[in-house]
């Protein structure tokens, strides 16, 4: 049997095709399976789905997940492009991009063609434990101001790969995780973590993830995880969550209904808002 390691999928022997016909059809014949599957649905996800996505984090992770700190996404990829085009503004606010090196090389197209350029792109080392917090405060310090902070709009970003890093490996240490949260709140940066590996842990516990160190804190939340099914169950679900602080998690999920009001108020002859 040959495995091929360039393309990170799963085997197809392992998929669970089975399981998907038996929840389809328990789906569809539910009585109300037209309005709950086939129709326009609820902005933030399904409230029973986004209910058990709650409990069935809180056990993976052996941490409380709330239903309130959850989003339905279709998939990891384009709930990336969903954050950058709601949260950051590549051509004025938002001045860099900081990666772990190496990094995860699909994601720098989903940058570029969303109007980043590679000259705001910055390499930050990696190693064992994760990339260099130190080098990255000094290009903080040199770069972004403490006091320069837009409406929901972050003058900077660090997308990383908190547990299980691609293609290092790399585990984040707790202390660089509590860090980069201190961090992003005093540089208004957004840290995205691409938390799609951490219940492929085999070794020990899964790690504290960057975002319930962010949580635990008042104030501005500046940590999104950015959570798939695709490692877990089967990367044609395109299904997925984000999970952050209620106010990132209402401007990314209610988007589409603020969408609806102002367009209804320029068709009763308002302003745009």
Not at 54 to 65: D, G, H, K, Q, W
Not at 212 to 235: C, M
Request: aromatic share 10%; glycine share 6%.
């Amino acid at each position: 049997m040959t495995i091929n390691f360039f393309n990170g999928q799963p085997s197809a022997d392992i998929l669970p095709t089975e399981l998907f016909a038996k929840a389809t059809q328990k789906v569809f014949s539910a009585s109300n399976a037209a309005n709950d599957v086939l129709q326009y649905g609820h902005e933030y996800g399904h409230p029973n789905f986004l209910k058990n996505l709650a409990e069935f984090l809180t056990v993976e992770y052996s941490s409380p997940v709330s239903h309130r700190h959850l989003c339905a996404t279709p998939g990891a990829s384009l709930s990336l492009q969903h954050i950058l085009s709601l949260l950051t503004r590549p051509q004025s606010t938002t001045h860099h991009v900081y990666f772990q090196d190496p990094t995860y090389f699909l994601v720098f197209s989903i940058f570029l063609d969303l109007g980043y350029t590679r000259e705001q792109f910055v390499a930050i080392p990696d190693s064992s434990s994760g990339l260099d917090v130190d080098m990255l405060e000094q290009y903080l310090i040199q770069h972004d101001r403490t006091d320069d902070k837009s409406d929901m709009i972050f003058n900077s970003i660090l997308y990383c790969v908190p547990t299980h890093a691609n293609p290092t490996g790399s585990v984040l240490s707790n202390e660089k995780r509590e860090r980069i949260v201190q961090l992003g709140r005093k540089y208004n940066m957004l840290i995205i973590c691409d938390d799609v590996y951490d219940m492929l842990t085999f070794r020990d516990e899964i790690p504290k993830r960057v975002v319930a160190y962010d949580l635990e804190q008042e104030g501005n939340h500046v940590v999104i995880s950015n959570g798939s099914f695709s490692k877990i169950l089967a990367p044609g679900a395109r299904a997925g969550w984000i999970e952050a602080g209620e106010t990132i998690i209402n401007k990314l999920g209610a988007w589409y209904v603020t969408k609806k009001k102002r367009k209804r108020n320029l068709w009763n002859g308002g302003e745009e808002v």
